[in-house]
C-alpha cells in the first residue's frame, strides 16, 4: 500500500488567506508531482519535482509555489487565496528506475476559498 | 504531444453488467499504459498497467489489452458491482519522459 499523506484533506479559507497544503511520503521516491483536479474530474499538473532542491512547473499555470528541500515532503503554498483556486488538490510521487513508473498518489486535499 | 483520450461519462449500468471504457492515445515511441481509479473522495489508486504492445494488464476482474496498431487500451469487466462506482483515468507514460498524461476521465455508476 503506497504511503504518501496529504494535510489537511478539507480546508474552507477565505479569500487573501496564506495557505499550505501538506504532502508526505515515506517510500523514497525522488520524484513528486501537484496535480489540480477540477470539478469536471480532469487533471492538470501544476508542479513537479525530480529530487531535493529541484522544482519545475506544470502543464497548468498556477499561482502557487511548491519547496523541496527534504525528499520525503513537498508542501504547496499560495500566499493569497481567492475563489478561483477552490478545487481539489492531489499530490503523488514515483521513483526513477528501468520500471514502468508508477506514481502512487495521496487522498487529496479539498480547498474552497469564501 | 502525447494525448488521451478516453470516452465521456457517466456510464451506467446495472450490477453484473458487462463494461467497457474506451481508451485511444497519441504518442511518439512506446509509451506504457495504465488505468486509474478514484472512489469518492480519495486520490487515484493504479487499477493495472502494459508496458508493450499485446500486454494484457489485470486486476479485480478488470482488463485491457495494449493494441498498438489501434493505439487503444480499452478497460473491460465482465460483471461489474456497486462497488466499482468510481471515476476511471486512462494514462499514458511516454518512455522518454517521466511524466503520466492523463484522460479526461469517465465516471462509472453501477445500479443495483
Known amino acids: 500500500e503506497a504511503d504518501i499523506y496529504q494535510t489537511p484533506r478539507y480546508l474552507v479559507i477565505g479569500t487573501g488567506k496564506k495557505i499550505t497544503l501538506e504532502c508526505s511520503q515515506t517510500?523514497?521516491?525522488?520524484?513528486m508531482y501537484w496535480y489540480q483536479q477540477d470539478p469536471g474530474m480532469e487533471l492538470h499538473l501544476i508542479h513537479y519535482?525530480?529530487?531535493?532542491?529541484?522544482?519545475e512547473k506544470g502543464d497548468l499555470s498556477s499561482e502557487s509555489t511548491v519547496s523541496r528541500i527534504r525528499t520525503e515532503h513537498f508542501p504547496l503554498t499560495l500566499e493569497s487565496a481567492r475563489p478561483s483556486h477552490t478545487s481539489q488538490y492531489l499530490c503523488a510521487s514515483s521513483q526513477s528506475s528501468y520500471s514502468y513508473n508508477e506514481q502512487f498518489f495521496g487522498p487529496g486535499t479539498r480547498l474552497t476559498v469564501l | 504531444g502525447d494525448s488521451v483520450t478516453q470516452m465521456e461519462g457517466p456510464v451506467t449500468l446495472s450490477e453484473e453488467a458487462f463494461l467497457t471504457i474506451n481508451c485511444t492515445y497519441t504518442a511518439t515511441g512506446y509509451p506504457s499504459l495504465f488505468w486509474y481509479v478514484q472512489y469518492p473522495g480519495e486520490g487515484l489508486q493504479l487499477l493495472l498497467k502494459?508496458?508493450?504492445?499485446?500486454d494484457k494488464g489485470s486486476n479485480k476482474g478488470f482488463e485491457a489489452t495494449y493494441r498498438k496498431e489501434t493505439t487503444s487500451f480499452h478497460l473491460e469487466k465482465g460483471s461489474v458491482q456497486v462497488s466499482d462506482s468510481a471515476v476511471y483515468f486512462c494514462a499514458l507514460r511516454n518512455n522518454a519522459g517521466n511524466m503520466l498524461t492523463f484522460g479526461g476521465g469517465t465516471r462509472l455508476m453501477v445500479k443495483p
Open positions: 517510500m523514497g521516491h525522488d520524484k
Open positions: 519535482s525530480y529530487g531535493v532542491n529541484s522544482t
Open positions: 502494459a508496458t508493450k504492445a499485446d
